[in-house]
Nanobody
Framework: QVQLVESGGGLVQPGGSLRLSCTAS????????MNWYRRAPGKERELVAA????????TYADSVKCRFTISRDNAKNTVLLQMNSLKPEDTARYFC??????????????????WGQGTQVTVSS
């Protein structure tokens, strides 16, 4: 079955960096777009970043552009989120989500029902 396991969260000071990792199993990883979402207390779930299957396309929320970088290693079935210049407003639980399948007709960042358990990121001094 599809499994997504996130890691790499933690407590970091403002201006610091973290790298989140999501390891996938149970499907052909290279055939799917992959997404990172986050949910802060009292807020709606937000798409943070997405990457297409072919590495050719990425999408970022305006709030994280130029600070966060999404990447993937299809050989390791892993998607990464490098987060730099972290701000207190980045505090949230971050979730990995499988996107759309290649040639499905849907944009690669279309969310699926497959989610990881999430990893907590707290930015505080």
């Amino acid at each position: 079955q599809v499994q997504l396991v996130e890691s790499g969260g933690g407590l970091v000071q403002p201006g610091g960096s973290l790298r989140l990792s999501c390891t996938a199993s149970g499907f052909t990883f290279s055939n799917y777009g992959m997404n990172w979402y986050r949910r802060a207390p009292g807020k709606e779930r937000e798409l943070v970043a997405a990457i297409s299957h072919s590495l050719g396309s990425t999408t970022y929320a305006d709030s994280v552009k130029c600070r966060f970088t999404i990447s993937r290693d299809n050989a390791k079935n892993t998607v990464l989120l490098q987060m730099n210049s972290l701000k207190p407003e980045d505090t949230a639980r971050y979730f990995c989500n499988r996107g759309s399948r290649t040639y499905s007709g849907s944009p690669y960042y279309t969310p699926s029902d497959f989610w990881g358990q999430g990893t907590q990121v707290t930015v505080s001094s």
